[in-house]
């Protein structure tokens, strides 16, 4: 067979990705109609720029989802022959396998596209769920700190900016390093991170149903009973069932993340508490003899939604350019991990002579955190007119 020209390697690009197409149609089809109903949500859709961006990190979403169904070749296996092998190259002996390597194989004879498919199932597993829990632990902790204040504010303060006092790369480079990773710290601090999550949403509903002891007790014990769950799994590896599990490596990984960007989220919390405290709503709560803790949660939180969201959307990009550094110089992740940040080192050796290898999933890593930069501003420009 003969190599595909550039303008065959994109048709059967965007054949291979149909799952994609047809899940983005859909989800802007009925977001589009239903977008007066949503809330900010909707509103994205009416700023140009936030449309682009939800656009791409949507396409790397379900690029990771249906991983699966678009890859081409097992992102682990080695074909015969097609070691550095061009865009569009046919593979010998192709009867079981895809006709083409589409992108080119890489310096082990690897199918390049199918690994930066695979890739972004790596770093989508990994940096939304790490700002997720660094969010919670830094709300957990700024919003008593910003309400309360006095001691309580002084001494968390102190200890978050000891963390950001460190270099981010180095200390990247410290929580993740083998000799590290073989002791015990790693599991002690995922058993103090991971658990707060579960004290969140306790206190959260607990506040909220405060006054409705049935759905009070219900909703905490669902929470308790599947927070535990998920916590025993993911921390200790304890889970009988096996549904929750992480392995040492992305444990280590996603604990690093989560310890450097709790401490920024406490200091943005933080902050917006000392301005809304003083507002009205705050003191008619206080008048009405509601709990510090509603307050917090149910009066100040909700008030604070619009930057948090902004800065949430802008933190999964850092942690993306994160995770690639990691991968990129070979730490907290395995060896032949199809992550980009491993995929743009391993190609990076000939890049001057092969630079498909390490082109694609650079182009991939900048477009997603492209991407959540433009749903950041999308989101700001629109929360701005609340």
């Known amino acids: ?32 109609l239903y977008r007066r109903r949503l809330g900010l ?21 379900f690029v990771a989802l249906f991983a699966d169904m678009v890859i081409t070749h097992d992102p682990l296996a080695q074909f015969s022959g097609m070691r550095n092998a061009a865009p569009g190259s046919p593979l010998r002996n192709a009867e079981d396998h895809y006709a083409y390597f589409l992108l080119g194989g890489d310096a082990l004879a690897r199918d390049v596209f199918s690994r ?9 597993r990994i940096a939304p769920f790490a700002a997720m829990i660094s969010f919670m632990i830094g709300i957990s ?49 995922a058993g103090i991170l991971f658990l707060v999550p579960v004290l969140f949403f306790t206190v959260l509903l607990n506040a909220r149903f405060f006054t409705q002891p049935m759905k009070r007790n219900l909703y905490v014990g669902a929470v308790l009973v599947i927070g535990l769950w998920a916590y025993s799994g993911l921390a200790f590896n304890l889970d009988p069932l096996g549904l929750w599990g992480m392995s040492p490596n992305l444990l280590n990984v996603f604990v690093a993340v989560v310890f450097v960007n709790a401490p920024t989220v406490f200091r943005i919390v933080r902050g917006i508490t000392l301005d809304i405290k003083t ?61 980009w940040g491993s995929t743009i080192n391993q190609g990076r050796r000939l890049l001057t002579v092969y630079p498909h290898a390490a082109l694609a999933p650079a182009l991939a890593l900048m477009s997603l955190v492209l991407g959540l930069n433009l749903l950041a501003d999308g989101l700001r420009e629109e929360s701005l007119k609340d």
């Open 116 to 124: 930066m498919v695979m890739g972004a199932r790596e770093v989508l």
């Open 279 to 339: 507002r009205d709503y705050v003191a008619a709560a206080q008048t009405r003899g509601e709990g510090p803790w509603y307050i917090m949660l149910w009066e100040i939180l909700p008030n604070a939604r619009g930057p948090l969201i902004v800065d949430f959307c802008l933190r999964i990009g850092y942690t993306t350019i994160l995770l690639g550094t990691l991968g990129f110089f070979g730490l907290g992740v395995a060896p032949e991990s199809p992550d």
């Open 1 to 32: 067979m003969e190599p595909l020209s550039w303008a065959g390697i994109f048709t059967r690009l965007f054949v291979q990705l149909w799952p994609i197409w047809a899940a983005l149609i859909v989800l802007f089809a009925v977001s589009i």
């Open 41 to 61: 949500y909707g509103k994205l859709f009416d700023s140009v720029v936030g449309m682009i961006g939800f656009a791409i990190v949507m396409f790397w979403v």
């Open 141 to 189: 902790l700024g919003l008593p700190a910003g309400y309360v204040g006095g001691r309580l504010d002084t001494s968390l303060t102190f200890v978050a900016n000891l963390v950001l006092a460190f270099p981010v790369i180095l200390l990247f480079f410290l929580l993740v390093a083998p000799e590290i990773q073989n002791t015990a710290i790693p599991r002690v601090m």
